[in-house]
């Protein structure tokens, strides 16, 4: 039970993670000016 429930965290932080780069990148790529 303790494993599966830390293996649920892991693959929610990693979703998390990806989720948080890809808004991170959207707002970098929306301020720099494109060339």
């Known amino acids: ?3 599966n429930s830390q ?3 892991m ?3 990693y979703i998390f993670g ?3 780069v ?3 990148f ?3 790529s929306t301020m720099i000016p494109k060339p």
Do not use: I, K, S
Request: one cysteine or more; a negative charge; aromatic letters at 16%.
């Open 1 to 3: 039970m303790y494993c």
């Open 7 to 9: 293996r649920v965290d």
């Open 11 to 13: 693959h929610e932080a």
């Open 18 to 20: 990806e989720f948080l």
């Open 22 to 24: 890809e808004a991170v």
């Open 26 to 28: 959207q707002t970098w």
